[in-house]
């Protein structure tokens, strides 16, 4: 079901629990939309894709389970889920997509799996366009070095978020980033990266960029990137 063909629209604000059919595959578009209630979800095993706002403002969903099968979680699936802090993204998904953890403002740390942050992300190739955007409350953020691209507003408005390290696969940071990311104070770059967008605006307490003396296409002078 997608939107207002979904029967259960009405209810939505009182739906405090979900049980799944063993044989669903995808879990659709707006499935639990607004499910005021609802506190913790377990993906069942048959599920390969959870869809674009699958779960978007699931305000009281603090934890979700997702199994190893899961391949692919859409767009905003899970935005506006303010009060979710723990989760962990297998292996199996190799796409996350645009803003799928908008607006999440509980989580306070993102890493790979087994660093015990408070999201754990697999191996993917980019931190996809709005990614975590106004997650206010992201503090810590370890980026798994197999992210070649940083898209954009990927970490829009992270106002917890302090210091960065920029891993060598990275090769392209897309404008707006880290946009207003005002509490920013460090950041350091690869000599790999090879295209820098506008990304730090409104970072105001941003004072110390380090960028690889072997990097051949951006150099620091009196704290100012320089092409």
Not at 75 to 94: Q, W, Y
Not at 122 to 140: D, H
Not at 197 to 219: H, M, P, Q, R, V
Request: hydrophobic fraction near 40%.
């Amino acid at each position: 079901y997608f939107g207002d063909g979904r029967p259960w629209k009405e209810y939505a604000k009182f739906i405090k629990s979900v049980q799944f059919a063993k044989e669903i595959t995808t879990i659709g578009g707006l499935f639990a939309y607004n499910f005021l209630q609802l506190t913790s979800i377990t993906i069942p095993d048959s599920v390969t894709s959870i869809g674009e706002e699958a779960f978007f403002d699931c305000a009281s969903l603090t934890k979700i389970n997702i199994t190893n099968y899961v391949r692919k979680i859409g767009n905003r699936a899970f935005g506006n889920c303010s009060s979710l802090d723990k989760v962990i993204i297998p292996e199996s998904v190799n796409s996350i997509g645009e803003g799928a953890f908008y607006g999440c403002t509980s989580i306070l740390s993102v890493g790979p799996i087994g660093s015990g942050a408070s999201l754990e992300i697999p191996l993917v190739k980019e931190m996809s366009m709005g990614i975590f955007e106004g997650c206010t409350s992201l503090a810590e953020v370890s980026i798994p070095n197999s992210v070649t691209k940083i898209c954009a507003s990927a970490f829009k408005g992270c106002k917890s978020l302090e210091n960065l390290i920029i891993p060598d696969s990275v090769i392209e940071i897309e404008e707006g980033a880290f946009l207003n990311c005002s509490s920013l104070k460090s950041i350091s770059i690869s000599a790999k990266v090879e295209h820098l967008g506008a990304s730090f605006g409104g970072c105001i307490s941003l004072k110390n960029i380090e960028i690889d003396e072997n990097n051949k296409y951006y150099t620091v002078i009196d704290g100012s990137i320089y092409t």
